[in-house]
């Protein structure tokens, strides 16, 4: 079964300091990997995803996300946080190669950009 | 939300009773899908559907149940075998089942009285 982990509930950066938002998968296959940004009590907004090709994919708003297959990570990054990136993130996976369509969420990360 | 409509926005229900929220989308997407959301355990699959007259359950359907009759509408039933109801409900569409192009509507907050 596939699956993402999302292992810090919470993380807090300074505005203008870099951040990372940390995601790691387990897929039978080779994976497709998502990042969605919700805000509070709105639906998901799509970030990024990655299906093939170059492991750095960069995304809306000035987010990227760096895919290692080695360590089976998809870590969301930004050079420069901004108040207003805070929110809750979410990291999912498609198995690429299952029949099924679903995506498989983390349990999702809160970041906290303070000033 | 790129043309994919949930309502309503808040709902209450009284213990016992069925109620159904609307997804209606105009993106011409194929598949749609409704997620349960709930605070600390992400987003967890309830019921898709890849085509029209078509529906599979996802990993949480006992107490739910669907109906994709048309295209653009993919309304969800809570019905009053569902234990614990009240959270936020999520509709997404995507082009195809591979997630190609997806969205998700705005959600609609549940709440048993």
């Known amino acids: 079964a596939q699956s993402v982990a999302q292992p810090e509930d919470q993380v807090n950066v300074a505005e203008g300091n870099p951040l990372t938002v940390k995601c790691t998968y387990s897929?039978?296959?080779?994976?497709?990997l998502f990042w969605y940004v919700q805000y509070p009590n709105r639906g998901l907004q799509f970030l990024l995803k990655y299906i093939t090709g170059d492991n750095l994919v960069k995304g809306s708003y000035g987010f990227e996300a760096e895919f290692n297959k080695s360590q089976t990570s998809f870590h969301l990054k930004k050079p420069s946080a901004l108040v207003s990136d805070s929110a809750l993130y979410f990291c999912?996976?498609?198995?690429?190669?299952?029949?099924?369509?679903?995506?498989?969420f983390g349990t999702g990360t809160r970041l906290q950009v303070t000033l | 939300d790129g043309g994919i409509t949930q309502s309503p926005k808040y709902l209450f229900r009284k213990e016992g009773q069925n109620v159904t929220l609307s997804c209606e989308q105009n993106?011409?997407?194929?598949?749609m899908y409704w997620y349960r959301q709930d605070p600390g355990q992400g987003l967890r699959l309830i019921y898709y559907?890849?085509?029209?007259?078509?529906?599979q359950k996802g990993d949480i359907a006992e107490g739910y149940s669907v109906s994709r009759e048309k295209k653009e509408s993919f309304p969800l039933t809570v019905t009053s075998a569902q234990k614990n109801p009240t959270a936020f409900y999520l509709c997404?569409?995507?082009?195809?089942?591979?997630?190609?192009?997806?969205?998700f509507g705005q959600g609609t907050r549940l709440t048993v009285v």
């Open positions: 559907s890849q085509i029209v007259n078509d529906f």
């Open positions: 993106l011409n997407h194929d598949a």
């Open positions: 997404a569409s995507s082009i195809d089942r591979y997630w190609t192009e997806a969205f």
């Open positions: 897929v039978s296959g080779n994976p497709y």
């Open positions: 999912a996976v498609r198995d690429r190669g299952g029949t099924a369509s679903k995506l498989t």
